[in-house]
């Protein structure tokens, strides 16, 4: 499956974004989705992810409450809205798929997603 992450730019802190990821060449519906993110200079972290029906989601500490991911998996796409965005949001933001429907104490985890769209660059200025 090719994913292809979209929605990112520069806004100010308090400000709203939603990304989406576009799936291809499979249906997104036999794929648990993550978001991850990645500052200059950090490691790669996650962010959320959703089960296969969209029953089931995580969020990292940093982001709950102001961020909500949701799929449409007739659209073949899976959104981030992200609210009250603050400058240490800043990140390139990446989608990615694992195999598993169902999300586990895997699903944090960068190594456990077969397949990575190419990120999309999310600027957040105080």
């Known amino acids: 499956v090719q994913l292809q992450a979209s929605g990112g730019g520069l806004v100010q802190a308090g400000d709203s974004l939603r990304l989406s990821c576009v799936a291809s060449?499979?249906?997104?519906?036999?794929?648990?989705i993550g978001w991850f993110r990645q500052a200059p200079g950090k490691e790669r972290e996650f962010v959320s992810a959703?089960?296969?029906?969209?029953?089931?989601?995580y969020y990292a500490d940093s982001v709950k409450g102001r961020f909500t991911i949701s799929r449409d998996n007739a659209k073949n796409t899976v959104y981030l809205q992200m609210n009250s965005l603050k400058p240490e949001d800043t990140a390139h933001y990446y989608c990615?798929?694992?195999?598993?429907?169902?999300?586990?104490?895997?699903?944090?985890?960068?190594?456990?997603?077969?397949?990575w769209g190419q990120g999309t660059k999310v600027t957040v200025s105080s």
């Open positions: 990615a798929a694992m195999p598993q429907t169902k999300l586990y104490s895997g699903s944090l985890t960068r190594g456990t997603y077969q397949y």
């Open positions: 060449g499979r249906t997104i519906s036999n794929y648990g």
């Open positions: 959703i089960s296969w029906s969209g029953g089931s989601t």
